[in-house]
């Protein structure tokens, strides 16, 4: 787990950057914070709505990045206020909060706006109860937030904005269909349904920390979409706060609070979540965990009670989450990957025509908006994958098999990358034979995406015995062709052995 943190690729060094800004615009909104003669408490939510503009906010473009901020506090400022008014409320503060769980998993299905908008509502939420938050502070808090995201956003979109000049692409959006067929309808249910069952029993183990429950159930349900994915989530969140509570009783608790190693830890920790986020949910959670820790330290109320009372409320949360996916109108993994797959492998066709039309000599052919929206798919197919091939899966031979489907459509992502580089040379030229094999192309992914093909009809199409191809743009379409042909065998299976089914 370590080696592959350290390991990931990071191209373009984002995930640095993006770690880097985030300590420097969270560090500046708190100390605006400070400078204005705010409270602790009010710095602290002024962080964590910086930490949260910077993390959720993932539009495709800096002007829409610059409108989800800027709408954050009016989903965020009224939340706030329910959950000041109700504190003293236990079961009309336990149905609002339900109702937000609910609410924000639903707001997935407007896109990268409407899962930012959740989020922050969410965490309004859990965090006015985090500080204890009443109606006579709502003022300061509400200046805090305002102040901090305006501070944060000057170091996103001012001071540090790399994204003007890297390429737009597009999150690829959930599942569609209607009513109960959508999966964010369904999510949004099971959240709800396994939100409660945490709430309650959470509240049973700690009438003053039952939230980390609820917000264990929440964080599990994000960025997953089946129902394996989301119990290994809730698994991998569980072994991430084990670890943090750990390192928190080496770390946190002999400290006692003391401001200046406290703050450099925190500020630490914001890095790790950030850096990590995209390689290793354990490991960001580890981080999550240390980051609480040391901020109830500067609270004043961190001990080793506190903490072991952390990791019960988060096992709680983790079965809440495991039961509702397993007994609330399930998701399958099957049915989830075989989608994302389909349009992986669309996307991957599109790539190539576009190459070859650019090669052509056709002036408005251009790949690069299709190898763009690529990787984000491939992560969607191997997050979605991601139940059977985990290390703790008894499933051996569909985990070999969804490690060679994973495998092989990197192969594809690798050669349509290639062929977009030869495409994007203005000195390449068109070879006659470029057209047939972009058919063939074609014609596998037709045959692999249609839903009674099998794999002898998807790989005859594909002719692997090709001589030699002098041009560079042969060799990346054989290689497609060679890797189009091997997934036909994984993915069209006999059905008494799918590739999936969990």
Not at 67 to 76: D, F, Q, R, S, W
Not at 133 to 143: F, I, K, N, Q
């Amino acid at each position: 787990m370590l080696k592959r943190m350290f390991v990931a690729p990071d191209p373009g060094r984002l995930r640095l950057r993006s770690a880097a800004r985030s300590v420097l615009g969270i560090g500046l909104a708190v100390t605006v914070c400070g400078a204005a003669g705010h409270s602790l408490v009010a710095a602290i939510t002024g962080g964590l709505a910086a930490l949260l503009a910077l993390f959720t906010v993932t539009d495709t473009t800096v002007r829409a990045q610059m409108v989800t901020t800027a709408l954050l506090p009016a989903v965020g400022f009224p939340v706030l206020a329910a959950a000041a008014v109700l504190h003293d409320h236990p079961v009309g503060r336990g149905l609002v909060f339900a109702a937000v769980v609910g609410a924000g998993v639903y707001a997935r299905r407007w896109g990268p706006r409407g899962h930012s908008l959740g989020v922050f509502a969410f965490m309004t939420f859990f965090a006015a109860q985090f500080l204890h938050t009443v109606p006579g502070r709502l003022p300061e808090l509400y200046a805090a937030i305002a102040l901090s995201l305006a501070a944060s956003s000057t170091v996103r979109f001012g001071v540090w904005c790399y994204e003007r000049r890297l390429p737009a692409a597009a999150p690829p959006a959930p599942p569609g269909g209607r009513g109960l067929a959508r999966a964010t309808t369904r999510q949004a249910i099971q959240a709800t349904a396994g939100s409660a069952f945490a709430l309650v029993v959470g509240q049973l183990l700690s009438e003053q920390r039952w939230y980390w429950a609820v917000g264990a159930t929440w964080w599990i349900f994000v960025n997953t979409t089946s129902r394996g994915e989301t119990l290994v989530r809730g698994f991998r969140r569980t072994l991430g706060t084990v670890i943090g509570i750990v390192l928190g009783l080496l770390v946190a608790v002999p400290l006692h609070g003391a401001p200046v190693p406290t703050v450099a830890l925190i500020a630490l920790s914001v890095f790790g979540i950030f850096y990590t986020a995209a390689v290793s949910y354990t490991w960001m959670m580890l981080a999550v965990t240390l980051m609480a820790t040391l901020l109830y330290g500067l609270l004043g109320v961190l001990d080793s009670d506190l903490l072991t009372l952390r990791l019960a409320e988060t096992g709680v949360g983790a079965l809440g989450a495991a039961l509702a996916v397993v007994l609330v109108l399930p998701v399958t993994t099957h049915a989830t990957t075989d989608a994302w797959i389909q349009r992986a492998l669309r996307c991957v066709h599109h790539c190539t025509a576009e190459a070859a039309a650019r090669l052509a000599g056709h002036p408005t052919a251009d790949p690069a908006p299709h190898v763009a929206a690529l990787e984000p798919l491939l992560g969607r197919v191997r997050l979605s994958l991601s139940p059977l091939v985990h290390p703790l899966s008894p499933l051996r031979a569909r985990k070999a098999r969804a490690r060679q489907v994973l495998a092989l459509l990197d192969d594809c992502a690798r050669e349509v990358r290639g062929l977009a580089s030869i495409a994007a040379d203005p000195e390449a030229s068109h070879d006659a034979r470029l057209t047939a094999a972009c058919q063939r192309v074609e014609a596998a992914v037709e045959a692999l995406t249609t839903p009674h093909g099998t794999p002898q009809a998807a790989a005859a199409i594909v002719t692997l015995a090709h001589p030699p191809a002098a041009e560079p743009a042969l060799v990346h379409l054989h290689g497609l062709e060679r890797a189009l042909a091997e997934l036909s065998a994984p993915l069209r299976s006999s059905p008494r052995a799918p590739l999936i089914d969990a």
